[in-house]
């Protein structure tokens, strides 16, 4: 019988939300530092949280993500695109409508938004392509 490490004595599920809580951790002091005025110290602690939620599966010999968890990370992937890909696609089609009408002023900083919508999906249109020449 193979006997277990000491790293292994918990579950893979408990590996899993550490490492996911710790992700969580991260992003709710980024957000606390830059409310709160401490920006470095949100930060720092958002990339230790980071860090932390990457290494913490290595800490097992165990898998702790099977097949199941790609299949649902994919799916809420793909929601989450389609939501971003859509909800873009009405509001700045809108937006570029009621601009042509004189309704509507673009402001620098929406405007930057609206390129770097475009780009994430070039970027995500160019990697598929790739991956798809690829397979």
């Known amino acids: 019988m193979i006997e277990p490490t000491a ?30 005025g401490q920006p470095l110290l949100g ?25 199941r968890d790609e299949q ?3 799916r809420a992937s793909e929601l989450v695109l389609t939501g971003i890909g859509f909800g873009g696609f009405v509001v700045f089609v809108s937006l570029f409508v009621r601009s042509i009408l004189g309704q509507f002023t673009w402001s620098s900083e929406l405007l930057a938004v ?12 160019g990697t598929y392509t790739y991956v798809r020449l690829r397979a």
């Open 7 to 36: 790293t292994d004595r918990f579950s893979p599920r408990t590996y899993r939300r550490a490492s996911n809580a710790s992700y969580v951790v991260g992003i709710v002091a980024l957000v606390a530092g830059l409310a709160l």
């Open 43 to 67: 930060v720092v602690a958002y990339v230790a949280g980071f860090a932390l939620g990457v290494a913490i599966p290595s800490a097992t010999s165990r898998p702790v993500y099977d097949e």
């Open 72 to 74: 649902l990370a994919a």
């Open 114 to 125: 609206f390129w770097a919508w475009s780009a994430v999906w070039l970027l995500w249109g």
